[in-house]
């Protein structure tokens, strides 16, 4: 009997971690970081790292501060996604990855990018499809005072926003 063929778009894993696995999506080929625990909020995933420092943003890179930009390291990190509704955030001053609500596994792990970056090296289009999207994703400058203050920032941000809102 011959089967019917169905083509699936089913993930492949890309590399396996402690505490996560980079998958990738087989028709756009785009990778995404997949959690492989359970966590609770509050939870640390990971310590993580500065892989290389650098004076100006790139599109894998996390802000620490107005000139210091990190890639990250572990560098399976560089595949978490944003989301305008986050499970994680990177804390730049702990160096922990923490998360934000209750995370299962096979959860997808994504972060919202202006909780680091002030202002993006590369603008996008965000399709998380979450009732709150913001659509376009360039950075905290960027984005109203009052949604971002419903995020989880960094101090940096935090504080770069309180000196634009006293300015
Ligand atoms: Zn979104």
Known sequence: MIQPVTIKNKPSVFSSHEFAAVVVNSLSGEKSLVSLSNFKMGDVLTVFF????????????????????????????????????????????????????????????????????????????????????LHTIRGALHVPIDLLLKYKLTDFVQREIGKKSIS
Do not use: W
């Not at 107005?66 to 996604?81: A, D, G, K, V, W």
């Open 50 to 133: 500065a892989g290389n420092t650098f004076y100006v943003p790139n599109y894998l890179t996390i802000q620490i501060d107005t000139n210091t930009h990190i890639s990250l390291s572990p560098e399976f990190l560089q595949y978490t996604n944003h989301s305008c509704n986050p499970n994680v955030f990177f804390d730049t001053n702990s160096m922990q990855l923490i998360a934000l609500k209750e995370i299962s596994a096979k959860d997808q792990l994504c972060f919202f990018y202006p909780s680091t970056e002030l202002d993006m090296a590369q603008p996008f289009e965000c399709r998380c499809g979450s009732n709150n999207c």
